[in-house]
């Protein structure tokens, strides 16, 4: 066998992702040395970290290429979901410092743990082999599963990782033998190969079809999983709620972010051209996405109605959420939209990340050492005990509901956009309704700080750095809303172009 | 650049009114609209209307384009005037500062937004103007928020307009699809693009659910009398002058390229006629005066949708003068409530009465506005009559609006007439029936002048003023009708139908006023068929139900419920594919290789798999299992593979006795037994995964792309790996590098597990529970020792894995 040189692994563009890993993993040594009551310099360094990966990511994907001959995959589409995660992360290491003192489970492994699964969603998202998927798949589920229980003995969070773990399993086995098929219908698992071969594939005999339509439905059921949509959701709201926030809060972006990555690469890279019957001009994958798009957007909806904890309330409103970006998903499917639809999913995203921390990052300002104090009640009267944040929160439930001038519009509107010009209208009046129906319970929270009496809570004192947290957001939120352009030109080059990714 | 002041200096000014010296503080706050005010009526001369065109997110096809063309000039000026006056007002009805500087904060906040409506030219950008007007409404009308019906009422209104406006976002999305263009100007460049295309209808139907909504059209009319809770200078500007005739404005603005079909004239027709007749007919039974108020508005606008039906010359001229004088009328008398409650302490008119004496300024005001709202000459209400009734006797109008819009039209003046008089009277004239909470004094100055300033214009405009009146009504008609008009009002045009027919109407106002108590029994039995029941039922009963319910249902905690969901959709899944793709399901080679022996064993391991299941006892289970386990070695050792049936009955060996070593904290027998349905469906899932992943593998072996690599390994294993045993050479010479990770892998776990062991900070057993996993949970009617509850969950751990 001929090994590749050391050049032709072409190292460099995997830079941010790897060195991402490989500093956890020097960070659990020197965490050793750090005192017990001192873990914050952990948070400090994994933070460190986290913003030289984001520069590092910033400077390599200006060049995009391919490393590890071609498994790997450093495009622009890569960098941006990048920069969606680093900032995730860093946000999420902001929100944990103090919280993790407040609750007395300040562990460095908890930083090690956080740079792992980051370094496992940017692999994710570079991932050009379903190998590579589905290892970067379990680089980023198992340190969320431990993340998860991180509050253990506390049953909720015990709860929590269990029912992650034993679920997300499952996934991951629907996810390999997915993966199977398809490599057993087209000989190979690199996308930009199987490409080819679907259409040679699809020429022959419907035995292939077989494999492949089993393929890519177990695929999707895998990845569905991970940002969590009907029917495979119903972990979600159990292990958000059972989770440390800041977990929840990195979860509800971060493990979206990934799953969304490897679907619409696998899905517009390796399968734009599976078609059911000849001669359909989208991808057969489309109705599949659409439904499940559809059931998403209603399921998650309705059901977010009837939570009266704020952090349930936001696990459903993320899966709501994860329909919306599975609008985009089945837009792509008809040709000729996929890079509009691409990006409007990559906006959606971006938006999405900074009012979802940002009201994670309230929820926590409000919630109490023990981890009560989440109760919608518990909004109640904050608009007068403590105005600015009352008012912040009432921007990120806006922006959650697609108001305007706030970031969540501009990813609706891309997304709404990308939906009719595929020709889905009905999923798109579905979207438009379900958006009413979400307004129901964002503008309850709303309602509960400014217009219902209550003494809110006094002690409710959001630490520094979760005020850091919450005002970057905030601005972030803001700014997306009102100087669009700023995404929409970022993420201007980015698609999907399968002949770009050939090496 | 002078008209991004306009919309922005408001805005701005809401942000700095908390900075503003609170002495006087409504003298300053008005400045900005009534620097406005003075700006645009100097625009009423300009020969070329101002724009501006900035890119802003060109990306998403949004521009900040504005320009002041007629109509959006007739709406400015009411935008900008009422709100002068209500922001005057309003410094006197708030006793309290920190009030005052909310209301006027979030005012003029709406104040730029409605602006942004009227001036935008970007699709888009009205919009996005729209939703903030709805939520600045929203705000206002929660304003005292102590208040369950302010809050009701704020909720109300804002779920109606807000999914209005994502309705109108809809259709804005739909008519750029089809026109490529967000952009007024250049669709008016192709009037008839969007009546072409295919997507006509949907696009009608969402741009008429956002304006119906904004401005109350029934069966959406119930949010507005709702909207009464907020502060009366709310209701007065937001609720009656400017925010409910952003529909109406936005219908006017389209019309060039939406108008003339049978569709819309249907639609506007029928919905507008209705609401107005349906309205009036109501306003009549309320007796709060703001509610009285709110139903004449609503009735109003239904007027001012229906003018727009036909399309033509004479409606345009009926909305734009129509709007000037509801504006001036209804805004007094709502001022006029305002100051009466103020005064007064109630607004209830079965109580009011005789308020001529103690307030003759304020019932001057009202006197005026009252006699234009009943069309009497030559006040600017008798000219919005007629220009109203001018249109709906067209003789352009084919039947049967013909008769319709006419009809309509008389019956709804009548009812206006009767409310006119009928506020006037039961405050102003009318003998006190009983004693009012307060005892009345003529308002201060600020809220008196209002409606006085309103008058006046209402009298000077139509008579004084005609130079004016005019041109706004041209321009205003002309960016209606996308062509260059002239128009000439005049009060007196000889004695015509419309004349005698509004003549007709007052005399029946009067008359039907003279006999309002037995009308009003009569009425008492009518329902009102409102809707808000029916919304309030569905937004607070049936929606969380459903929700509650979904929720019990599939969210309930269950691991084995959410196993099953997903197990479920595997099935269909997998099925759909193998339908959908139409194979051979069995492949003749593998019948080919029947083996007597083999499929005994599999019947074996059938039967085992059935009794484990029914087994009480946990030994009994897993000693199954260890059979089964050792069946499976059988087979590998049948099919030739006797390592791997060695490694399997190791594994088999070792898993047994961890089972083992682990019922020493367990009861023997299984205690929880499910009830027998579930279990059904249990056996019945089992039945058919255990099916489909039969299936799976004959499937793929049946239908095969690539051939066999075992072959390969076969070949090559002697010559390359220098081995006879294939499963060795493979493990450590051609997946050596493999074989060498799983093994570090596997160290590291191991030395994890054995740290994470020390860790553990004590070596108690300890009592743990699942809290919402739970099914029945067993109760222990001892009390909770140590074993009943681990046993519990370990119950539960079975039952739901």
Same mark, same amino acid.
């Given at each position: ?143 969320? &599963? ?93 292990? &958000? ?82 329909? &919306? ?23 959606? +995203? ?150 770009? +990714?050939?090496? | ?190 009037? $008839? ?59 006017? @603005? ?68 129509? #709007? ?257 793709? /139409? ?31 029914? #087994? ?57 037994? @499910?009830?027998?349905?579930? @279990? ?41 790996? /220098?081995?006879? $045993?294939?499963? $060795? ?30 860790? @553990? ?41």
């Amino acid at each position: 066998m001929q090994l590749p040189s050391l050049s032709e692994l072409n190292l460099g563009l995997t830079v941010p992702a790897l060195s991402l890993a490989l500093w956890a993993c020097i960070l659990l040594v020197i965490d050793l040395f750090i005192p017990r009551d001192r873990k914050s310099v952990t948070a400090w360094l994994a933070a460190g970290g986290v913003v030289f990966a984001f520069i590092a990511n910033l400077l390599v994907y200006r060049d995009p290429g391919v490393a590890f001959m071609g498994l790997f995959v450093a495009d622009e589409f890569a960098g941006f979901l990048n920069i969606v995660v680093l900032l995730t992360a860093f946000i999420a290491i902001l929100m944990s410092v103090d919280y993790l003192k407040r609750t007395g489970i300040e562990r460095g492994e908890y930083y090690v743990l956080l740079l792992m699964t980051t370094s496992g969603i940017m692999f994710m998202n570079s991932a050009n082999d379903l190998a590579v998927v589905f290892i970067a798949l379990e680089l980023l589920s198992i340190p969320l &599963y431990v993340l998860a229980a991180f509050r253990a003995p506390e049953e909720r969070s015990e709860e929590a990782g269990l029912k992650y773990f034993i679920l997300g399993a499952f996934a991951s086995a629907f996810f390999v033998f997915g993966a199977a098929l398809i490599y057993g219908a087209t000989g190979s698992s690199s996308l930009p190969v199987i490409v080819d071969a679907v259409g040679r594939a699809l020429a022959g005999e419907g035995s292939s079809l077989l494999l492949l339509l089993m393929g890519s439905g177990l695929i999707l059921a895998g990845l569905g999983f991970k940002v969590a949509v009907v029917p495979f959701h119903m972990w979600t709201p159990d292990v &958000y709620e059972g989770a440390p926030t800041p977990v929840t809060a990195f979860m509800s972006v971060g493990a979206k972010v990934g799953g969304f990555a490897a679907l619409l690469r696998i899905l517009l890279v390796a399968l734009p051209a599976l078609t059911v019957a000849e001669g359909d001009a989208v991808a057969g994958w489309q109705t599949a996405t659409w439904v499940v798009a559809a059931l998403t957007l209603i399921l998650g909806n309705i059901v977010a109605i009837s939570q009266t904890n704020i952090k349930r309330l936001l696990a459903y409103s993320s899966i709501a959420h994860a329909g &919306y970006v599975l609008m985009a998903v089945a837009a792509a499917g008809t040709p000729g939209v996929s890079d509009q639809a691409t990006r409007a999913a990559l906006i959606y +995203l971006m938006a999405y990340m900074f009012t979802n921390l940002g009201a994670f990052a309230v929820a926590m300002a409000i919630e109490k050492d023990d981890g009560s104090g989440t109760s919608l009640d518990d909004f109640k009267g904050l608009g007068r005990s403590r105005p600015l944040l009352a008012a912040i929160m009432a921007v990120f439930m806006l922006s959650l509901t697609g108001i305007p001038l706030t970031a969540g519009f501009v990813g609706k509107w891309v997304v709404f956009q990308a939906t009719i010009e595929a020709g889905l209208y009905t999923l798109a009046v579905i979207g438009v309704l379900t958006s009413v129906i979400s307004a129901f319970y964002y503008v309850r929270v709303i309602v509960n700080m400014f217009l219902e009496d209550g003494e809110g809570d006094p002690a409710a004192a959001a630490t520094p750095y979760v005020q850091w947290a919450i005002y970057l957001t905030f601005a972030g939120t803001l700014v997306l809303g009102i100087i669009p352009s700023l995404v929409t030109n970022l993420s201007g080059p980015v698609a999907l172009a399968v002949a770009s +990714l050939v090496p | 650049m002078p008209l991004l002041l306009v919309v922005f200096a408001p805005a701005i000014a809401a942000l700095l009114v908390g900075l503003l010296p609170r002495n006087r503080l409504s003298r300053w706050v008005i400045g900005v609209p009534a620097l406005l005010f003075v700006f645009l009526v100097g625009q009423l001369s300009a020969t070329e209307p101002l724009s501006v065109d900035i890119p802003w997110a060109t990306s998403l096809g949004v521009t900040l384009a504005l320009q002041l063309d007629g109509l959006a000039l007739a709406f400015a000026l009411v935008v900008t005037g009422i709100g002068t006056l209500v922001l005057l007002y309003a410094g006197s009805y708030f006793g309290d500062d920190r009030a005052y500087v909310r209301f006027s904060g979030i005012t003029l906040l709406f104040m730029a937004a409605m602006l942004g409506i009227v001036l935008s030219r970007n699709l888009l950008l009205i919009f996005v103007f729209w939703e903030i007007t709805s939520i600045t409404s929203y705000l206002l009308i929660g304003f005292n928020n102590e208040s369950v019906e302010a809050r009701n009422g704020a909720r109300q209104a804002l779920l109606v307009t807000a999914a209005g406006g994502l309705a109108l976002l809809a259709g804005i999305i739909l008519i750029g699809q089809v026109a490529g263009t967000y952009n007024i100007d250049q669709l008016l460049a192709t009037p $008839n693009v969007l009546r072409d295309s295919s997507l006509y209808a949907p696009i009608l139907l969402l741009v008429l659910a956002g304006a119906f909504t904004k401005s109350a059209q029934w069966p959406f009319h119930f949010w507005l009398p709702g909207a009464m809770a907020a502060p009366t200078p709310a209701s007065t500007y937001l609720h009656s002058a400017t925010m409910v005739k952003a529909g109406v404005f936005l219908l006017a @603005r389209l019309s060039p390229l939406l108008s003339g079909t049978d569709l819309w004239l249907g639609l506007l027709g029928g919905f507008g006629l209705f609401t107005f007749v349906y309205a009036g007919l109501f306003a009549l039974k309320q007796t709060d005066l703001k509610a009285i108020l709110a139903y004449s508005t609503v009735s109003w606008l239904g007027a001012l949708v229906a003018v727009q039906a036909p399309g033509t010359q004479l409606g345009a001229i009926a909305l734009i003068v129509g #709007v000037l004088a509801h504006a001036l009328y209804k805004g007094a008398l709502f001022l006029v409530a305002g100051s009466i409650d103020h005064e007064t302490g109630t607004r209830d008119i079965r109580l009011l009465g005789a308020l001529a004496r103690p307030m003759p300024l304020t019932f001057a005001g009202a006197l005026i506005a009252a006699a234009s709202m009943a069309g009497i000459p030559p006040l600017m209400g008798f000219l919005s009559k007629e220009t109203f009734l001018v249109t709906a006797l067209d003789e352009a109008l084919r039947a049967p609006w013909n008769t319709i819009f006419p009809a309509a039209a008389v019956i709804g003046s009548i009812l206006t007439v009767t409310i006119a008089i009928r506020v006037l009277w039961d405050t102003f004239i009318a003998n006190r029936q009983g004693e009012l909470p307060k005892h009345p004094h003529e308002a201060p100055w600020p809220m008196w002048i209002g409606p006085l300033v309103l008058g006046a214009t209402a009298i000077l405009l139509p008579l004084a003023l005609t130079l004016v009146l005019d041109s706004l009504v041209s321009t205003g008609t002309s960016s209606i009708l996308g062509q260059p008009t002239e128009v000439h009002l005049h009060l007196f045009e000889g004695i015509n139908t419309p004349l005698i027919l509004s003549t007709i109407a007052i005399a029946a106002g009067l008359l039907l006023f003279a006999f309002r108590r037995p009308l009003l029994r009569g009425m008492a039995g009518l329902p009102e068929g409102n809707p808000s029941a029916i919304f309030r039922w569905s937004v607070e009963t049936a929606l969380p139900g459903v929700a509650e319910g979904l929720t019990r249902r599939l969210q309930n905690g269950r691991l084995r419920v959410y196993l099953l969901t997903v197990m479920g959709f595997l099935l269909v899944m997998v099925i759909s594919a193998i339908a959908l793709a /139409q194979v051979d399901i069995i492949d003749e080679a593998v019948l080919a290789g029947f083996d007597p022996l083999a499929a005994f064993i599999c019947v074996l391991i059938m039967i085992g798999a059935i009794v484990g299941t029914i #087994v009480p006892t946990r030994l009994s289970t897993v000693v199954i299992l260890g059979i089964e386990g050792a069946l499976i070695a059988l087979l590998f050792a049948i099919f030739g593979a006797p390592d791997l049936a060695f490694t399997q009955l190791m594994i088999e060996v070792i898993t047994l006795s961890l089972f083992v070593l682990a019922f020493h904290f367990l009861p023997d027998t299984f205690r929880y037994r @499910r009830p027998n349905l579930r @279990r059904a469906i249990d056996v019945l899932f089992a039945v058919a995964l255990g099916v489909m992943i039969t299936l799976l593998p004959l499937v793929t072996i049946a239908n095969r792309v690539a051939p066999s690599t075992s072959s390969w390994y076969i070949e090559n294993s002697v010559p390359e790996g /220098q081995g006879h $045993n294939v499963v $060795n050479v493979i493990l450590v010479d051609f997946r050596g590098m493999d074989t060498q990770g799983e093994i570090i892998v596997l160290t590291i776990a191991g030395m994890g597990v054995v740290a994470l062991l020390r860790l @553990r900070p004590s070596a108690q057993p300890r009592g743990r529970h699942i809290p919402t996993g739970s099914e029945t949970p067993v109760h222990d009617p001892d009390g909770e020792s140590e074993r009943s509850s681990s046993s519990t969950t370990e119950e539960q751990l079975a039952e739901q894995t």
